[in-house]
């Protein structure tokens, strides 16, 4: 199987952010998948399986993060965390 490269983007649309919650979803998100996936946001860049690194991110309502992804799952993945994003990370305030 050839491996694969994919882009997207995540809008951050919940009022408070990238805080615990929604943090936990896109890690659980990302580590369904074997490639690997980088969140990048402003000077930042990080593995979005890691929950310190994706905290990290600080991302607040209206950020675009960039995310990216390398790997046999690649295309799959990226639009996993682009469908998250846009069900709020699966959080209900």
């Known amino acids: 199987m050839k491996k694969g490269k994919a882009k997207g983007y ?3 649309a919940n ?3 990238l805080h615990t919650r929604p943090s936990t979803e896109v890690v659980k ?3 369904r998948y074997s490639s690997a996936i ?3 946001y402003q000077k930042w860049a990080v593995n979005a399986r890691s929950l310190l690194g994706v905290l990290m991110l600080a991302a607040t309502k209206g950020s ?3 995310i990216s992804a390398e790997g046999d799952d ?3 993945a990226v639009q996993a965390l682009v469908e998250l994003s846009q069900k709020n990370f699966n959080v209900k305030y």
């Open 15 to 17: 009022d408070r952010g």
């Open 38 to 40: 980088t969140l990048t």
């Open 74 to 76: 690649a295309e799959e």
């Open 64 to 66: 675009r993060i960039a």
């Open 10 to 12: 995540l809008i951050i």
């Open 29 to 31: 998100c990302a580590s």
